[in-house]
């Protein structure tokens, strides 16, 4: 088993920042490419950043390309969201997840976070 704990979420104005972190314990966590997926009320929840065992490979959504970085360190088995200018429209509650291998799928997460909330007011 692997425990995922998220923070740093938070409420901010449109046109600002927030860094997420993700801690992780329990199994292996170089093993495991992260991610990071969001739920917006009364939407599916979505893919938002991914990133490779090594770091050496990102990929992030349309909707946050630019704007938001995915990174890790596994030294400290954590994984981290840079999110700059953000959008009312990102306001969501944002999950860590791992998996073997990038996924866009959410029925290949093994695990997820329990979520923390960011709202992006105008």
């Known amino acids: 088993q692997m425990q995922l704990l998220e923070s740093g979420g938070g409420l901010v104005q449109a046109g600002g920042s927030l860094r997420l972190s993700c801690a992780a314990s329990?199994?292996?966590?170089?093993?495991?490419?992260m991610h990071w997926y969001r739920q917006a009320p009364g939407k599916e929840r979505e893919f938002v950043a991914a990133?490779?065992?090594?770091?050496?490979?990102?990929r992030h959504a349309d909707s946050v390309k630019g704007r938001f970085t995915i990174s890790r360190d596994n030294a400290k088995s954590s994984a981290y969201l840079q999110m700059n200018s953000l959008k009312p429209e990102d306001t969501a509650i944002y999950y860590c997840?791992?998996?073997?291998?990038?996924?866009?799928?959410?029925?290949?997460?093994?695990?997820w976070g329990q979520g923390t909330q960011v709202t992006v007011s105008s």
């Open positions: 990133i490779r065992p090594t770091g050496s490979t990102t």
């Open positions: 997840a791992a998996a073997y291998g990038i996924t866009l799928s959410i029925s290949d997460i093994t695990y």
């Open positions: 329990g199994r292996s966590f170089s093993i495991y490419s």
